[in-house]
């Protein structure tokens, strides 16, 4: 078992440095979407978050767009009233916006699949494929898990020579489900996390970071809920020691970030923690 884990381990790592050779990978651009979001109400959503790409775009590039947990909604438990498949206009508009722009670009929204509300994380690549998360830890503190079904499995994209791991909100709190076991180069959670319990959110960034040795972004809202719930975004990229690289401020803003792979790379080889972590399966 232990010869298997570590060819296995070896496999990953040799194929991991061909993608960097070939992708001559030192960096990948960003773009963090910290939005107000309109209240259940998704196309105003999606014609507003039209209007903030447009804006920012025409005088950047990017390579990856994030936008935060239910964009198309707001953290709502009547997913009745927004809810699409995933041939309806939502997926879609990611699916322009990839392509318009050139850029993978991800974010949830309240999907209805074979009769089940998901919160689901939908990544679309420039080409217009589309991958899914849907979120693991419902937040039962607000009734979530009454409304809707966790997700099963964890989504691991390959992307640009890169190994991305996308997560949703309340994940963040679960160290385990975020473990890094895979090897990943990337850690993203999207959220809709109230400022009340913003000192966790900070934190638990931080932590996440730290422990995996990996690049970790949040991207969450701001603005007042029909909830009267406020969120002051707090939307940031940290770095693989915990540094916090780019914080934004408590307003809507649209902010571009660049990570250097051959940064963090570095800082594994020479504090390699990650190669006593423990090796486990999850089982669902």
């Not at 935060?68 to 995933?86: L, Y």
């Not at 679960?174 to 009340?196: C, G």
């Not at 809920?225 to 307003?251: M, T």
């Not at 006593?276 to 999850?282: H, P």
Request: glycine share 4%; aromatic share 12%; with cysteine.
């Amino acid at each position: 078992m232990v010869i298997t884990y570590f060819l296995r381990g070896r496999v990953r790592a040799i194929v991991h440095a061909l993608l960097v050779f070939l992708y001559d990978m030192k960096a990948l651009t960003i773009t963090l979407v910290q939005a107000d979001l309109r209240w259940e109400d998704p196309n105003a959503n999606r014609q507003h978050l039209t209007q903030l790409l447009a804006r920012h775009l025409s005088t950047t590039t990017t390579e990856l767009v994030l936008l935060p947990e239910m964009f198309t909604s707001g953290f709502t438990m009547q997913p009745g009233a927004v809810a699409e498949s995933m041939q309806g206009p939502t997926v879609a508009w990611l699916q322009e916006m990839a392509q318009q722009y050139q850029t993978a670009i991800a974010g949830s929204f309240v999907c209805m699949d074979q009769g089940q509300y998901f919160n689901r994380l939908a990544w679309v690549q420039p080409d217009a494929s589309v991958q899914t998360y849907d979120k693991r830890h419902l937040f039962s503190y607000a009734g979530e898990h009454e409304h809707y079904q966790a997700g099963q499995s964890q989504l691991l994209v390959e992307y640009r020579g890169w190994r991305i791991m996308p997560l949703i909100c309340y994940d963040l709190r679960f160290p385990a489900w975020s473990r890094n076991v895979q090897d990943y180069d990337l850690l993203i959670y999207v959220a809709n996390f109230p400022d009340k319990r913003g000192e966790a959110w900070r934190t638990l960034l931080r932590a996440r970071a730290i422990e995996n040795q990996v690049y970790t972004v949040g991207v969450n809202r701001v603005g007042t809920d029909a909830n009267a719930v406020y969120y002051a975004g707090d939307s940031c990229l940290i770095n693989y020691d915990g540094k916090v690289v780019e914080h934004l401020p408590p307003r809507e803003q649209v902010q571009t970030v660049t990570l250097d792979y051959t940064a963090q790379s570095t800082h594994r080889a020479r504090f390699a923690f990650l190669r006593d972590r423990d090796d486990f399966t999850w089982m669902v």
